[in-house]
């Protein structure tokens, strides 16, 4: 079956440090793999998305790499931002298959202080 | 800009009423689900639906329905609330080929 895997927070970070979030993934097919963004209060938006290996998929400074050899799709910034405290989703999905629903991890918290 | 719309941000419900959650999306989608999101447990997917009048059960179906009459309208039912259905319900949209649209959430307090 798909599964998602992302690792266990709370993250706490000091503002301008180096961020991962590890996410690694099974999946039977080919799938397109995400990153959502919740801040407090609000539903999920979409970060960035990879739909084939060794896509890199990037926004707001953030970026992952679709890894087929090692099935991982680990988030990284280079310096984070308080604004950027939000509990992180990694996720994927197979569009060649009718109805196939988004599968998501358990997200990660980050908190990042001043 | 794309809109996933659900009906409350916030409802208090007594045990054994019928609820029902509405979404709307206004961007001709053909895919809708329904999740509930709790504290370490992340996103579970309860139902989805690929077209008008089809559904599929998620991972945590027990309790709940959905209704799929018209394309932009994704409704989930507890028939009958109970406490361990008070969560945050989150409704989700998307094409073939496209990102997923979240609506703002809905919390629900079954007391």
Known sequence: GNSVTQ?????????????????????????????????PGEGLQLLLKATKAD?????KGFEATYRKETTSFHLEKGSVQVSDSAVYFCA????????????????????VSS | ???????SRYLVKRTGEKVFLECVQDMDHENMFWYRQDPGLGLRLIYFSYDVK???KGDIPEGYSVSREKKERFS??????????????L??????GTQAFFGQGTRLTVV
């Open chain 1, 7 to 39: 690792m266990e927070g709370p993250v706490t970070l000091s503002e301008e440090a180096f961020l991962t979030i590890n996410c690694t993934y099974t999946a039977t097919g080919y799938p397109s793999l995400f990153w959502y963004v919740q801040y």
């Open chain 2, 1 to 7: 800009d794309v809109k996933v719309t659900q009906s």
């Open chain 1, 55 to 59: 896509d890199k998929g990037s926004n």
């Open chain 1, 92 to 111: 994927l999905t197979i569009f060649n298959q009718a109805g196939t629903a988004l599968i998501f991890g358990k997200g990660t918290t980050l908190s």
């Open chain 2, 76 to 89: 989930l039912i507890l028939e009958s609330a109970s406490t361990n259905q008070t969560s945050m319900y």
């Open chain 2, 54 to 56: 089809m559904k599929e």
């Open chain 2, 91 to 96: 409704c989700a949209s998307r094409d073939r």
